[in-house]
């Protein structure tokens, strides 16, 4: 069966300060991956998507960036934290396919950015 | 802007009570899909249910049914006999056949609250 792993759960880190988060899926092959943000007050907005190695779409513009090194493996990077970057991250993952549309999302990196 | 949105930001209920979650979205395409999602305290988001827009029989699953109505746009939840497990975040969702499958777009939520 598919699995998604996301970590770290939980980063508080200074402002100004690097951000590295990985999401890792077992289980499947060349799926979508993507990066989500949810912020206070629940809503979520997508912020990259990715449908193939190297292949990394921007939804926001914003001072994030994301990578895609390998098939099943996806970052999330900043290279200087803002308050406002301050969040729940969540990572997802979906078969580009009419008959198996929905996303499986991992269990989330709270971040705080201090 | 907005495509799709959820009114109700939050609803209280006892337990055995039935809760509806309204959803209303917007879109142009003809192919589309629609989906509900349980976010729990521990943050994590749980597939619970999907229909295609081409599709607008109504189903029961458990406690879960769903109504979706093209005519006025609307995928309403509801979740029967509630329980204390139950309190979590409802998302609705949809995914466009013009935007990559798994692309989804949210509504703001509704939080339910279920009490003993």
């Known amino acids: 069966s598919q699995t998604i792993h996301q970590w770290p759960a939980t980063l508080v880190q200074p402002v100004g300060s690097p951000l590295s988060l990985e999401c890792t899926v077992e289980?499947?092959?060349?799926?979508?991956l993507y990066w989500y943000r949810q912020a206070a007050g629940r809503g979520l907005q997508l912020l990259f998507y990715?449908?193939?190695?190297?292949?990394i779409s921007s939804e926001v513009p914003q001072n994030l960036s994301a990578s895609r090194p390998q098939d099943r493996q996806f970052i999330l990077s900043s290279k200087k934290l803002l308050l406002s970057d301050s969040g729940f991250y969540l990572c997802?993952?979906?078969?580009?396919?009419?008959?198996?549309?929905?996303?499986?999302f991992g269990q989330g990196t709270r971040l705080t950015v201090v | 802007a907005q495509k799709v949105t959820q009114a109700q930001t939050e609803i209280s209920v006892v337990e055995k009570e039935d809760v509806t979650l309204d959803c209303v979205y917007e879109?142009?395409?003809?192919?589309?899909?629609l989906f509900w999602y349980k976010q729990p305290p521990s943050g994590e988001l749980v597939f619970l249910i999907r229909?295609?827009?081409?599709?607008?029989q109504n189903e029961i699953s458990g406690r879960y049914s769903w109504n979706f109505q093209k005519s006025t746009s609307s995928f309403n939840f509801t979740i029967t006999a509630s329980q204390v497990v139950d309190s979590a975040v409802y998302f609705c969702?949809?995914?466009?056949?013009?935007?990559?499958?798994?692309?989804?777009?949210f509504g703001a939520g509704t939080q339910v609250v279920v009490t003993p």
């Open positions: 997802a993952w979906s078969v580009d396919s009419r008959a198996d549309p929905e996303a499986f």
């Open positions: 229909r295609n827009s081409f599709d607008e």
């Open positions: 289980g499947t092959s060349n799926p979508n």
């Open positions: 990715s449908v193939g190695i190297g292949q």
């Open positions: 879109t142009r395409d003809t192919t589309y899909y």
């Open positions: 969702a949809l995914s466009e056949e013009a935007d990559s499958w798994g692309k989804l777009q």
